[in-house]
């Protein structure tokens, strides 16, 4: 008596990821890549000498602070969107879109009393690394500003705002890292300044 055995292979599940979140993972880590050899740069070049001493100017705790609630607000604006609740939703983007603005504002008004304090861009190297590091950031703010702006646009024209969940969470991701970058700025800044 022959029988046909039938061995079947049972598929391994793949490890793998979205592409788009790869992409986003990928590029957060040359960010910190470049902030990391920023950092290095300014503490091998404070310790060379001819460094301006500066105090930090108490509106970068404002801006810190309203970086952060901006957060906040997006982490809102993402569990809203899994809630597919469009009014909150819509109602977070628009606050941390606004929320970025603001911060980018108290930026250039940090530079402007550096200014008034003798601490330029050109001339001395400790002034020179400060506004290196927070223009460098603001761009990349200013990146996930544009990133923002197109989410709330998507969230317009989503049937459901559940549509757009996963774009939203990579936004709001890549907001979070910004919020922690600056963090970590920040913090560098007190200790190193």
């Excluded at 061995?7 to 890549?33: A, D, R, T």
């Excluded at 930090?56 to 957060?71: E, V």
């Excluded at 906040?72 to 603005?101: D, E, F, I, P």
């Excluded at 190297?125 to 400060?130: A, I, V």
Aim: proline share 2%.
């Amino acid at each position: 008596m022959v029988t046909d055995l039938h061995i079947k292979e049972v598929p391994q599940k793949q490890l793998g990821i979205n592409p788009k979140k790869f992409i986003l993972w990928l590029f957060m880590v040359s960010i910190v890549m470049v902030f990391a050899a920023l950092t290095s740069g300014f503490i091998v070049r404070q310790a060379e000498g001819n460094w301006i001493i500066y105090e930090l100017p108490s509106q970068l705790w404002i801006s810190t602070a309203i970086l952060f609630a901006s957060s906040l607000t997006a982490h809102w604006a993402l569990k809203s969107a899994q809630k597919n609740n469009s009014l909150q939703t819509k109602l977070g983007l628009w606050v941390t879109l606004g929320l970025g603005l603001v911060f980018l504002s108290t930026q250039l008004w940090v530079w402007e009393i550096l200014v008034q304090h003798d601490v330029y861009l050109v001339g001395n190297p400790g002034g020179s690394f400060l506004y290196v590091l927070m223009g460098v950031h603001a761009f990349h703010l200013i990146s996930g500003l544009i990133y923002l702006m197109i989410m709330l646009v998507k969230s317009y024209r989503a049937n459901e705002v559940s549509e757009i969940q996963f774009k939203l969470s990579l936004s709001t991701t890549y907001w979070h890292f910004l919020d922690g970058l600056w963090i970590y700025l920040y913090v560098f800044l007190i200790i190193y300044h």
